[in-house]
């Protein structure tokens, strides 16, 4: 284990003093303790509860040993100096780690340090005040599990041995406690009257909105955690499935265009919209209920902390009214519509018949959004309209453009994993509303002429940027923008892919927001139950300070941006900005297949198409497929379907920090064809997995309430002989841009450009760099194993490489 | 889906109306209704929840379709004869049969049939009773996500709306219903003195026991589910790992001895103890409680029903005395202690040194046990001594006899996937006392005494039945079993291997005690949240009429076997008894390699040695040994290292039903050696996947309480081209038993049979059954990859097939 905390405020004895008494470590009976062992121990019979016996907690206390000699509780009992190695002794027990397993009894500061753990600046021989200080920041120090000690407490009981002794909400170290009842949270469904009707039937669309919130709201307001999740209503994955396209079709000449961006700008027509319906009464008090509702384990955490938790689906949700669109403006609509409720702007009703108007009385306004994918891309649309009430953003892989996450420089681009997937696919798949069954029937027709509009508009046939895709681009409002935003994205995430988090990091740079980025190692994944990183906890200072208003420092405590290494098992780093190269450093391809500083002349060819066999196999198994394209054995099918240049080893470390471009002049043996490009990282090493691996350990969110599991990524039990580090593909046609479709001859050199996904990649001293080019893309691309034959010129190719020294 | 449920209690008006009444759907405002329509809007306004307002539930009701005409609302209100046709199309979507996706509105009752969904026997015009009888058959059927719909509607808050207004414990068709408070349960910790002293210390053991029970039991005695988890505070994987056995070491000749049983016979020498603890007062106040237990999910759900639910780890475990024996008598004993506890006839204290007495006053006497694997062993272990109060054990994947699962006929025999563990590791592994480091250093030279002692008694270097095995062989004692044994395995669990189910369930067949038996086609799996079997209705239906004395009828109503088919999906079937063949076959290799009625002379021979890095790759990677040795290609390396014989594809589908039992005559080329047999199913075709699926749907155990994750065996995607039966594995000098040592020449013959674990294999028509005879199992016996050659004698040898006709 090696720790990464980044969310522990600052303190001194004051305040360590202030908020033990708080959390009702010190108290009247501590006043009159003169000796630091007497303190220690009265801390610790307070930490095993005091719903149990002294008996109890005695036999807890002596279970631990205070050195190799004595148990910590006849060394306290002595009352004998306390010393700082005791003090750590015992505290690495607390935190769960074990003696002669895990550290040695003589050398727990060694032990601390090493596990990246805070030690407390205090004497050798510790007084009162250092083992006030030590204790305090003890609390606030991860244990082996991935959570701090005083969160431990809490899932052991400690705050919920006597909740209503506590302040609500409780502060400390500028995070917020878990002191709320979750076994009595309240439980009510609403339906907020959007301003749109996306089914046309006359009416305002209502969206049905499930709230969670500790009962104390009633009588103090709290603050939101909103999630819209499309999904949380259900799925028809039977219906995505049977949608889902064809990719093995062929790729076609397209007639060339000379659009320029106004050619294809959205416009924003807006038609007449159903007057609202007319209030016929007020209430306080719901009429629905929710069971169990698809949760996120984050907001579970909130929940404990008197945070509201409020889902909502969006339109053609189950029981909520309108059509599915995927990312539109109108689905940005109905995520403000939410928020403007929350923040009393808005009117929901407590059914859908009785206009009996219901108000968020219980919310202080302030909100955040949280949620990955498709849940983190709607907060990125509710935040470009600059929605008033929406205080900050905690976005994990989003989409920051849809247009680059179903296509690529005019071509089709699958997100990873889901070949043939489309925008028409996930409106099909999330329109829940259908599992009513009387409007799945009453629907039935314009849903379909709905969805045929999402599927002439996406426009698969061409592949270009066009006005379909140019309404699902939240990159435009950007600048509207006022929310704090904290972003979240994994390098290795193939299905929304980095480019969507740099592009809305780089167009929100010039705002004067807050602005947070952590890049992790992971695919598409949560990292809200690491070993090694305190997310969690970061969140909590973040929301504590922003819907709290509670001034802990969490902009400055929190780092601008942190990555995770790519080499090292738990290892993070802190930086001021992503995309810093120290310089750009341009190689070129040559005739012996390197990456040389000087150009050289010549072409290197390679065709497309594979035989039938193989292709049936690849369409199978992308990780084959990636194999024989990656690796430059001579046995291997795909000898002629790509060609490779790499760098010599590398002679130290260095940082890929941003996105490679790289420069093309090339020819096609058809009027059409695309180019891939890949960099890979050459070298038999272990690599970290991308996906985390549960730890075999509960994380509680609370006491008795809500767990996740702990998780890390680790390093691969074998070698493996290189990996992925970006990609691009471009339509050859698409020279110019992704709208404007130039004109392409068979056998004709074009230049061309194309940027890889944006990354950060530590290439350790030994390794080779290199460029795969090819054509199609199996996992991605659209796959008609046509017979074209590509050529590259060498002497006006390049890739440019943005480099960061280690 | 395809549905089995075998816990439906009969039922008729009487009964429906008493208990309809019972769960609150008829009442007073029931007893004016005249019409059927009125009635099921009653019932569908009630299952909406009476704390949701009319209109809310209006819309959910609206939201139905009863035909293609008319949603639920509208027809219902019309108040027209009810057709059995609108009857069931409403009841489907009740069970979240989704119109359109999953069946068609106008063919219910088809659906129902196909989906194995019980159809109430009711007139096509229902009339009241027939609305009655339906509503009740409806509300125990399962939906579309494995649970009842009474569960479905108390996990939305059927009951929790008002949990006081329903008697506790309430039963409906012969279940328990979740009418108990789980935010409210007691949560304490007890120490048992039981009669051992296994450390040593001068002092009878505590065992620190967790008991979860409803507030209820305060004042109404309760019954107990008892689970005995030696994990369950915790292992020591590392200690484990470090203890793991070298596998790659050689096969050595054996000392011959004359040993008879009585040779081997463990003795019962009983030491003095120390005497019982003076008991200095009597309290019904537990001084400890406990957090987060770790729990199984079928206890979770019977803790909704009332049931108290107690788990205690046993000697040497984390915060109990004693130390770890890996199955011995001790172990039974701290088993037993717990349930004497329970049953009143056993001191427990509220901590470990003041000698105050607690008793289990809240518990009915009533006790069963639950849980896998080593839990479910000690079950066996407990049911064995007879103990008063056990009324039934739940016993899943369970040992009944711990030479079954370390060794075989001679050999040391790693459970699957684990190569190199033995009782030792177990031991060492489990030792969580040690997690307490007051109590690591305290023992740890009487610790690591006890360990040799295991180490030295398991006899790795003979692979022997001895002593020590024989006093942890729970078969010799099974003819004291006072329990009703309900026993679960799966065919495919190479860890727990069938012969453990299999001996037990021989061994019971005699007593007088109900038995049941399911065989599932899994590994080492839990059944508890399947699509396809009522698993957890079964074990409640069984629980109601053990530990809470109502007449139900459970023993008629759950068949004696029941057997999940090999061939399909979600398909059980119900007999008698298992190993119940028609005829046995038996079976010749040939010199042709086949399997044939009449015998053939000659001899075939194998090797046991591959060069060096297949033998690296195999013990790496045992699914490539598997391949290798049972695809009889000619280009593989181990293509001399087994022989292969084949019957002709059958001509139709039979069942191999209990233990094949092969017959050889064969030498080895040096005066040691081993033989392994594996039966073979051979055919190209789809086969059910091993591990269990998630279907991505939440199984709710009661109301907002623990959840689990509903699974299903699926098809694989992919047809493979054969697939194991059974194996066995014999040491040539154990001709005669696992004992007896006799001796052995090199090259020469000797006869010897062997059974294979059983099964209940279903082989389809057209496939091949194949005897595959090698030696070395890379991943279960030891590898010492030795010069050896083995010859069988065709003409002595055969195999003999318990045949049941399909």
């Given at each position: ?592 297949n390197e990456l ?34 990656v690796l430059d054995r ?10 490779i240049f790499k760098t010599a080893p590398a ?27 890949m960099l890979v990282d050459y070298g038999n090493d272990?690599r ?31 070698k493996t002989p290189y990996k992925e580090i ?35 990649y530590?290439l350790l001293?030994g390794h080779q760099l290199g460029l795969v ?34």
């Amino acid at each position: 284990m090696k720790n990464h905390q980044y969310a522990i405020a600052d303190y001194n004895l004051k305040i360590a003093k202030k908020e033990l008494t708080d959390i009702h470590f010190l108290d009247k009976s501590t006043d009159d303790i003169k000796k630091p062992a007497e303190l220690l121990k009265t801390f610790l019979l307070k930490a095993f509860l005091d719903s149990q016996s002294l008996t109890i907690r005695g036999q807890q206390i002596a279970g631990m040993m205070a050195s190799f000699e004595e148990n910590a509780l006849s060394f306290l009992d002595k009352n004998a100096p306390l010393s700082k190695i005791g003090f750590y002794n015992i505290a690495l027990q607390l935190l769960h780690f074990q003696v002669g397993e895990d550290f040695l009894i003589d050398n727990p500061i060694t032990k601390m340090k090493d596990l990246n753990l805070p030690v407390a600046d205090v004497n050798d021989e510790m007084n009162l005040y250092d083992t006030i200080c030590a204790w305090y920041l003890l609390l606030n120090t991860h244990n082996k599990y991935g959570t701090t000690f005083v969160d431990d407490l809490a899932s052991k009981g400690y705050f919920a041995q006597n909740l209503n002794s506590f302040s609500k909400p409780l502060i400390f170290n500028g995070k917020t406690m878990p002191v709320y009842d979750t076994n009595n949270l309240i439980r009510e469904v609403v339906y907020v009257e959007a301003d749109q009707d996306t089914d046309n039937d006359g009416k305002l669309d209502l969206l049905k909105t499930e709230i969670i919130r500790p009962k104390e709201s009633n009588k103090n307001k709290v603050p939101v955690i909103f999630t819209n999740s499309p999904y949380n209503q259900g799925t028809n994955d039977k219906d995505g499935k049977d949608l889902t396209h064809n990719v093995n079709i062929g790729l076609q000449h397209k007639e060339p265009n000379n659009y320029s961006y106004s050619n294809i700008k959205a416009k924003n027509n807006k038609e007449k919209l159903p007057e609202p319906r007319t209030v016929e009464g007020k209430t306080r008090k719901a009429e629905q209920t929710l069971d169990r509702e698809l949760s996120y384990t984050l907001n579970d955490y909130f929940l404990a902390r008197g945070f509201a938790v409020v889902y909502s689906a969006g339109i053609g949700t189950y029981e909520s009214d309108g059509f599915r669109t995927t990312g539109d403006y109108d689905e940005t609509l109905s995520a403000t519509a939410v928020i403007e409720w929350l923040t009393g702007k808005r009117t929901a009703f407590t059914n859908k018949l009785d206009n009996n108007q219901i108000e968020a009385y219980w919310s202080n306004g302030n909100v955040a959004m949280s949620g990955r994918s498709y849940l983190g891309t709607l907060q990125i649309a509710a935040a470009t309209t600059g929605v008033e009430g929406l205080k900050t953003c905690i976005a994990e892989a989003a989409i920051s453009n849809w247009y680059d996450y179903y296509r690529e420089n005019g071509l089709v681009l699958a997100p990873g994993g889901f070949q043939g997937e489309d925008a028409d696919v996930l409106a099909a798949e999330t329109y829940s509303r259908k599992q009513n069954a009387s409007e799945f029937y009453k629907n039935e027709e314009a849903w379909q002429k709905q969805l045929a509009k999402i599927t002439e508009g996406q426009e698969r046939d061409t592949g270009n940027y066009n006005e379909f895709w140019d309404a699902r681009n939240y990159l435009k409002d950007a600048k509207n923008i006022k929310a704090d935003m904290f972003l979240i994205h994994g390098l290795n995430d193939d299905n929304v892919k980095p480019k969507n988090v740099e592009q809305i990091w780089q167009a929100i740079k010039p705002l004067n927001i807050n602005k947070k980025l952590i890049l992790h190692q992971g695919k598409h994944i949560y990292i809200n139950a690491f070993q090694s990183i305190d997310f969690t906890d970061m969140i909590n200072l973040w929301l504590t300070y922003k819907l709290l208003d509670v001034d802990n420092n969490a902009p400055e405590l929190i780092p601008n941006v942190i990555i995770q290494d790519n080499t090292k098992e738990q290892t993070w780093n802190a930086f001021n900005e992503w995309e810093n190269p120290d310089s750009i450093k341009t190689l070129h391809p040559s005739q012996n297949n390197e990456l040389i500083d000087d150009f050289d002349h010549g072409k290197k060819q390679f065709k497309d198409s594979v035989d039938s066999k193989d292709f049936q196999k690849y369409c199978l198994d992308y990780k084959k497929w990636r194999n024989d394209l990656v690796l430059d054995r001579e046995d291997n099918p795909l000898k002629d379907n790509r060609i490779i240049f790499k760098t010599a080893p590398a002679k130290e470390d260095f940082t890929i920090d941003g996105k490679v471009k790289i420069q093309l002049n090339a020819s096609a043996s058809q009027n059409f064809g695309m180019i891939s490009c890949m960099l890979v990282d050459y070298g038999n090493d272990y690599r970290l997995t991308e996906t985390p691996k549960p730890l075999g350990h509960r994380i509680n969110e609370g006491y008795l309430w809500r767990e996740d599991s702990l998780r890390e990524f680790k390093m691969k039990m074998q070698k493996t002989p290189y990996k992925e580090i970006a990609e691009g593909h471009i339509n050859m046609q698409n020279r110019s841009n992704s709208y404007q479709v130039d004109d392409m001859e068979a056998n004709a050199d074009y230049d061309m450009s194309l940027e890889l996904q944006p990354t950060f990649y530590h290439l350790l001293a030994g390794h080779q760099l290199g460029l795969v080019i090819f054509a199609t893309d199996f996992e991605n691309t659209v796959r008609g194993n046509q017979d074209i034959k590509y050529t590259i010129n060498l002497a006006e190719s390049n890739i440019q490489l943005p480099i960061r020294k280690q």
